[in-house]
């Protein structure tokens, strides 16, 4: 069936650093692929998406690219910022249209 | 345009009783999804809904249940709450059901406790 795997957090990074979070699926053919972010009390918000292979989504700085060689589309960002902090997840849109979630990555972002 | 509401934001409820939640979607949204959050078991996904028809339905009991009125707005219901009731549950719009290019709104939840 379908799933999606992300590395497990806690990620804590210092402003300025890199980032990278890990994503890999599992899926019958060549499904919608999406990043969501979670702050503290809120629901989920749409952070990029992309539809099929080799498409690059991006948004605020972060970036993730569909790469169906290896099943994967790993979340990145140059510079984070302490407003970054939040719960990162990555999801894929089921046959059936429902959305498939990782368990998410917490981000901390330490001034 | 206003956003995807839910109410209410905050519930605390007994084991056994019912509850009902309530999700307005964004305006011209005809799909309300739903998905129940929690730190154990993570975005499970519940039920959706296109006008006002159950269309896909994930893997939980009957127990929870909802439903679509014409004006696309959703409810859920869960009876006979139990302890791992509590979560968080989320509501999704979407202009049209199962579309690769459609994209999902979600609104802030219903922190449900079941004590």
């Known amino acids: 069936g379908n799933s999606v795997t992300q590395m497990e957090g806690p990620v804590t990074l210092s402003e300025e650093a890199f980032l990278t979070i890990n994503c890999t699926y599992t899926a019958t053919g060549y499904p919608s692929l999406f990043w969501y972010v979670q702050y503290p009390g809120e629901g989920l918000q749409l952070l990029l998406k992309?539809?099929?292979?080799?498409d690059k989504g991006s948004n605020k700085g972060f970036e993730a690219t569909y790469r169906k060689e290896t099943t994967s589309f790993h979340l990145e960002k140059g510079s984070v910022q302490v407003s970054d902090s939040a719960v990162y997840f990555c999801a894929l849109r089921g046959s059936q249209g429902n959305l498939i979630f990782g368990k998410g990555t917490k981000l901390s972002v330490k001034p | 345009k206003a956003g995807v509401t839910q109410t209410p934001r905050y519930l605390i409820k007994t084991r056994g009783q019912q509850v009902t939640l309530s999700c307005s979607p964004i305006s011209g949204h005809r799909s309300v999804s739903w998905y129940q959050q929690t730190p154990g078991q993570g975005l499970q996904f519940l039920f959706e809904y296109f006008s006002e028809t159950q269309r896909n339905k994930g893997n939980f009991p009957g127990r929870f249940s909802g439903r679509q009125f014409s004006n696309s707005r959703s409810e859920m219901n869960v009876s006979t709450l139990e302890l791992g009731d509590s979560a968080l549950y989320l509501c999704?719009?979407?202009?049209?059901?199962?579309?690769?290019?459609?994209?999902?709104?979600f609104g802030s939840g219903t922190r449900l406790t079941v004590v």
């Open positions: 992309a539809t099929k292979a080799d």
């Open positions: 999704a719009s979407s202009l049209g059901q199962g579309s690769p290019n459609y994209g999902y709104t």
